[in-house]
């Protein structure tokens, strides 16, 4: 967990050096309906932070929409939104024990607030009202806006199992896979960069074979599975669900500059 933790972290320090952020205001909460088609295809684009994304994740498959499927990611998010409210004021979450990942990073495009004995506690079970983080962003004033939580499950939970958690016809879970991070000790590589692209993290090279001949790690998986709940998006399943990652939009994980 700590050393997840760690990696983490470090890919936000890469992160807020290659651009900054934009802040949004959020629409207040909505009752979701159960209308919801399948979650968007990842969009096409020739855009090299966009597809070097791309080769680092990993997305559980899509099933067919059914009204049952609709009715219980709906009841999720019910119980979810129910748990979260009184974490508007991020204050409350800090003393529930939610921690902010990288406190010294400024203008994250998103502020996980996590916490960790929901993660040890997700990795053997679901309970909607026990997001591993908290998911905030700031308001154009500078305040931190909740914007809705994140599930996570182990690497070895199956699709099967995590469609009993969220239904893989409306959202669709995700893993970073293939980074190439600096060796130990050798931290001061991760902004290291070769043809004026990054060499480690999420937008770094992505064949162990590359990573061998950068002198980095190889990491097939680098965390668990993970799947996004915009509880504060809209009217909309999709809109609830929609996971940034699955358009490999970096301006939503980097910032624009």
Known sequence: MARS???FALVLVTAG?????HAHDHPAPATPDTRSPSPAKP???TDWKAEAM???MAYSATRPLTPADSARATQVINELRQAVARYQDVRLAEADGYKMFAPHIRNQPQYHFTKNWHAIRNSFGFDPARPTSLLYKRNERGELVLTGAMYTASKRTSEEELDKRVPLSVARWHRHVNWCIP???EKDRWLEMKDSRPVFGPLGVSTEQECK???GRFIPQAFGWMVHANVFA???L???WHDDHMEHDHDAMLGTP
């Open 5 to 7: 933790m760690l990696v």
């Open 17 to 21: 050096q290659l651009s900054a952020q």
């Open 43 to 45: 969009a096409k684009t």
């Open 54 to 56: 791309a080769r680092h």
């Open 183 to 185: 060796k130990r000790k």
């Open 213 to 215: 001949a950068a002198g």
């Open 234 to 236: 809209g009217n909309d």
């Open 238 to 240: 999709r809109s609830i």
